[in-house]
């Protein structure tokens, strides 16, 4: 079983419409997770961290953490042509810095 | 603030050489984490230094090593490089433990 999972996609969705990205990892005692962002060509970019069972919003972004189920999700509202990218989920097992990645979801918005 | 600043962008090298990559992290970043990033493998992890010391490794041969200096400059090494360690090799830097990263704009290694 892969230390981080994500649905490869691609995910296609109107502009406009909320994107929902989904990650399972395997370490249950993990204590922080973070979306990235990366564009292609580009190096992958911090957009939103978590650390509670429950929701964080940031702007358009919104992080859903469910500890119990393993589970974090990240929801784009309205979302923009700006927002296609290849999204990845990371979780930090051990809180030891070591953190790992899931395979990334590429999303693309559609004018 | 300047960036994570990785060293150089692009190198090409035969098989069976090494290769050394740089990377300086932002000022007052004092964990520096590597990554090995393929279409196929996604983000490996490679190490991570945090006051010159290496705190956590991934699974890689011993031919992948690093450094961290007192300035928290950091390098890697690939000694006897094969044709699959062609890659992007990511340096991301972070204040410590459970924070994000700041990755830099990467070495795209070539292995001919």
């Known amino acids: 079983q892969k230390e981080v999972e994500q649905n490869s996609g691609p995910l296609s969705v109107p502009e406009g419409a909320i994107a929902s990205l989904n990650c399972t990892y395997s370490?249950?005692?993990?204590?922080?997770f973070f979306w990235y962002r990366q564009y292609s060509g580009k190096s992958p970019e911090l957009i939103m961290s978590?650390?509670?069972?429950g929701d964080k919003e940031d702007g358009r972004f919104t992080a859903q953490l469910n500890k119990a189920s393993q589970y974090v999700s990240l929801l784009i509202r309205d979302s923009q042509p700006s927002d296609s990218a290849t999204y990845l989920c990371a979780v930090n097992p051990n809180n030891n810095n070591d953190m790992r990645f899931g395979a990334g979801t590429r999303l693309t918005v559609k004018p | 603030k300047a960036g994570v600043t990785q060293t150089p962008r692009y190198l090409i090298k035969t098989r069976g050489q090494q290769v050394t990559l740089s990377c300086s992290p932002i000022?007052?970043?004092?964990?520096v984490s590597w990554y090995q990033q393929t279409p196929g493998q996604g983000l490996q992890f490679l190490f991570e230094?945090?006051?010159?010391?290496?705190?956590n490794k991934g699974n890689f041969p011993g031919r992948f090593s690093g450094r961290q200096f007192s300035n928290s400059r950091s390098e890697m090494n690939v000694s006897t490089l094969e044709l699959g360690d062609s890659a992007l090799y990511l340096c991301?830097?972070?204040?410590?433990?459970?924070?994000?990263?700041?990755f830099g704009s990467g070495t795209r290694l070539t292995v001919v």
């Open positions: 230094y945090f006051s010159e010391t290496q705190r």
């Open positions: 991301a830097s972070s204040l410590g433990q459970s924070q994000g990263y700041t």
């Open positions: 370490d249950r005692g993990s204590q922080s």
């Open positions: 978590i650390y509670s069972n």
């Open positions: 000022s007052g970043h004092r964990s």
